[in-house]
């Protein structure tokens, strides 16, 4: 796998066809996750650390300025989901697709729902019947994962879910800002050790991957958003756990073409690509494939791409609704 290839660990979607028309009902009292604040200031963006790979655009590191907001302590769960999806009656892009990409232990579906891999990622399965509701397939449910993250969520059902609740997804760097939890060049949200004394700081693979998981973390697949513990700012688990979309589109060069400016003021990359910025890693990250679970790392996706790793968080600036 070249060490440029940023769709290792999220299959895309090869078609596209228009998104359901978003909610136009805004009720921001339905958003019930806790906030986090983020104050106003400057902060270091970038691969401090010297782990990320080179076509990933992680250097250099370069100084940002941002505004002050509110940030979800935590990845939108399934019951938030579930709360707007009862309200609006919004069908994901999964679920008008008719499938979503599954990891190949975790498919709990019949043979014909089963529909093919791609030879380059063997272990994402397209399966007939995934979707938020259903994360392994159709003889899957929610059971018992109401705190969980909600995942098979596109770009496009995200930008639908914040419409409705009056929020937005965070930038790249509020992200990695928020990340970050008031660490300057951390390679994690706690430090730079993976583990604390042989404990587990974050649900990730381990083992050997793609074909054995240990979980000596405690988690096979998603955890509930509040395991481990949260950063300096509050939030839990933005690294491991699920992929969180964010609003920018994806550019490799984005941060050279930052290069000699003293201090970037609140940047939002829109290239006009319509690949989209995913950030944090997830259950899946593995050094031996992706070791994108980390504050910098970057990855991408198409905008209506899901999969059952990946979710997202929500933001609103200091006087917006929230």
Known sequence: MADNDVSCCTPRRSQTTPADPMPTTHRPDRHGIEQCLIPSGVFAMGDATGDGRPGDGETPVHQVALSALQIDATSVTNDAF????????????????GSSAVFHLMVAAADADVLGSSPRIPWWIDVRGADWAHP??????????????VVHVSWNDAQAYCRWAGRRLPTEAEWERA???????????????????????????QGTFPTINTADDGWISTAPVRSYQPNGFGL?????????????????????????????????????SGVRVLR????????????????????????????????????????DPS
């Open 82 to 97: 579930s709360a707007f999806v009862q309200d609006t009656g919004y069908r994901t892009d999964a679920q008008r697709f």
């Open 136 to 149: 392994e397939g159709p003889r899957s449910d929610l059971s018992e994962r109401g705190d969980h993250p």
């Open 179 to 205: 990340s970050r939890g008031g660490l300057e060049a951390a390679r994690y949200p706690w430090g730079n050790d993976l583990m604390d004394g042989g404990a587990w700081r974050t649900n990730i693979w």
């Open 236 to 272: 839990w688990q933005t690294v491991g756990n699920v992929w969180e979309w964010c609003q920018d589109t994806y550019d490799p060069r984005a941060y050279a073409a930052r290069a000699g400016r003293e201090v970037v003021q609140n940047p939002l990359t829109e290239t006009g």
């Open 280 to 319: 944090g890693g997830s259950f899946l990250c593995h050094d031996s494939y992706c070791n994108r679970y980390r504050n910098s790392a970057r990855s991408s996706n198409t905008a209506d791409s899901s999969m059952s790793n990946a979710g997202f968080r929500t933001v609103a600036e200091i006087g």
